[in-house]
């Protein structure tokens, strides 16, 4: 299981272009990709989910990737959120 935690940088939050891409990219990785934000842990594979995290500039959300390729799925997943939140 590979972890990293990131604060939310866009000052919109993870709205709905950025959150679409998120989960985009989670749905063509073969791990399972979950987010937690304020104790609650969605699937990183579901709009709704993602959205209704309601997460806002500055919030640290935590990313959980657990697979047979959840090396690469993580690196993946922390550089689009280096680029895109």
Same mark, same amino acid.
């Given at each position: 299981?590979?972890?990293?935690? @990131?604060?939310? /940088?866009? !000052? ?16 063509? %990785? ?7 934000? /304020?104790? /609650?842990?969605?699937?990183? /594979?579901?709009? @709704?989910?993602?959205?209704?995290? %309601?997460?806002?500039?500055?919030? $640290?959300?935590? +990313?959980?990737?657990?697979? +047979?390729?959840? $090396?690469?799925? %993580?690196?993946?997943?922390? $550089?689009? %959120? !280096?680029?895109?939140?």
């Amino acid at each position: 299981m590979q972890t990293f935690q @990131f604060a939310v /940088k866009d !000052e919109a939050g993870l709205h709905a272009r950025p959150a679409g891409l998120l989960v985009k990219l989670a749905s063509s %990785c073969d791990s399972d990709i979950n987010i937690t934000f /304020k104790s /609650k842990t969605i699937s990183a /594979k579901k709009l @709704f989910a993602v959205m209704g995290l %309601c997460v806002k500039q500055n919030d $640290e959300i935590t +990313v959980t990737v657990e697979g +047979v390729n959840e $090396e690469a799925d %993580c690196l993946k997943l922390k $550089e689009f %959120c !280096e680029k895109n939140l």
